[in-house]
């Protein structure tokens, strides 16, 4: 059968005008989605900057439905679900966009470390720690690591930590000698609780020669010295820290005396410490002084001289305990916990970085977990 041309004139026609008509259709359905994504995005920021994060959530989930290809609002919404603490559902943004084909490896990177950073303010630190080890090599190697640094801190893997430190050290992100000197400072105290001295004099050692002029290292070194019952030897590595770092030796100037009273020599003692004390007067050094010399009428004049350099109250209350004769039976314990009141929040250590007070003296603050940031001596000396 012969075919007819005349239908092609009406066929080619009809196929070209149903072609432009789905074309147009599609066009204006692709700019209806364009224009409803950056809306609904706007929306959110504007919600956001006004501190509405219900509503901002609200309309970043419908800019993601909208456009669920935009790996931007992928990003803003799961970093709004972190910061509002339901790091459940920032997981799941994170993940979903992680499982993309099509994602570039930047965005992918930093979806992975989003995703990490999700797992570590979740308290999932063996996630948070794989997460971050998958870094390595990427744009985001340094952060990571520094966020790996901060995980083994917190559960207190100093063996980890310091190794960490040292890959940054080597990468030359910053010198992190004073903090290696405290994760082997803590690996020693490990050692001494598991009754490893041996191991823990090792660590020590490596602590003072990672930062000869760290101090922590030392004082723990004359300490365990001391326990162990050689206290000539404690003596020697609490003068070696008063050589390499004068201003932490208030921290152990009652345990050098203690050390030089056990090993009979407090004569030898005395001088190294009245030295310091007119270096850098302070309660401490005068305590330890008091301590080899205890005579009465020579604290009293000791005390006499140091209110008048230093006026402290720790001070007044030490010559006040000397001079008990001048009270009542009946007035001098009412007079000392008074003064003992007041005292009290002056004898703490404030840290420099965020203020925080305690009782004894922390290497690490408990407040802001910044190193070394407490000054060795009193509220009241500051």
């Known amino acids: 059968m012969d075919f007819d041309l ?4 009406f066929v080619l026609p009809t196929a070209f005008a ?3 008509l789905a074309s147009k259709l599609d066009t204006r359905q692709w700019k209806r989605e364009q224009q409803g994504a950056p809306k609904a995005y706007f929306k959110g920021l504007n919600l956001l900057l006004n501190d509405q994060q219900d509503k901002a959530i609200d309309a970043f989930i419908e800019a993601v439905q909208r456009d669920p290809d935009t790996s931007e609002l992928h990003f803003a ?19 979903h966009l992680l499982q993309r084909g099509d994602l570039p490896r930047q965005e992918r990177e930093r979806a992975q470390y ?32 520094l966020a790996l640094l901060s995980l083994f801190e917190r559960t207190r893997d100093w063996r980890q930590a310091a190794d960490v430190a040292r890959r940054l050290e080597q990468a030359g992100t910053a ?16 050692a001494q609780a598991r009754n490893q001295d ?14 000869p002029q760290a101090a922590r290292a030392h004082v723990l070194g004359g300490q365990m010295l001391a326990r162990q019952g050689q206290p000539a030897a404690a003596m020697a590595a609490f003068a070696e820290l008063l050589v390499v770092n004068p201003a932490a030796f208030s921290l152990v100037a009652n345990d050098y005396a203690e050390a030089a009273q056990a090993a009979g020599c407090p004569e030898q003692a005395l001088p190294l410490l009245s030295a310091q004390y007119q270096r850098v007067p302070s309660m401490q050094l005068l305590q330890a002084i008091a301590r080899l010399e205890p005579a009465s009428g020579l604290q009293r004049q000791r005390l006499t001289r140091h209110l008048r350099v230093q006026p402290s109250l720790s001070a007044a209350r030490e010559l006040l305990t000397q001079s008990q004769n001048l009270l009542s039976a009946e007035e001098a314990p009412l007079v000392n916990a008074a003064i003992d009141l007041a005292l009290r929040p002056l004898q703490r250590y404030r840290c420099a970085a965020c203020g925080f007070e305690a009782q004894h003296y922390f290497w690490q603050c408990p407040g802001c977990l910044t190193w070394d940031s407490y000054p060795p ?3 009241e000396e500051l």
């Open 6 to 9: 005349r239908w092609l004139l």
């Open 198 to 211: 041996g191991e823990a004099a090792d660590l020590l050692a490596q602590a003072r020669q990672v930062a």
């Open 175 to 190: 010198s992190f000698a004073s903090r290696i000197a405290h994760y082997l400072c803590e690996m020693a105290l490990q």
């Open 18 to 20: 149903v072609g432009w």
């Open 114 to 145: 989003a995703l990490a950073q999700d797992f570590l303010k979740a308290g999932l630190f063996d996630r948070a720690e794989t997460a971050f080890s998958a870094l390595r090599g990427t744009a985001f190697e340094s952060e990571a690591e």
């Open 77 to 95: 919404l799961g970093n709004l679900f972190r910061r509002r603490g339901e790091y459940e559902r920032a997981v799941r943004v994170h993940q």
């Open 377 to 379: 001596r009193h509220v």
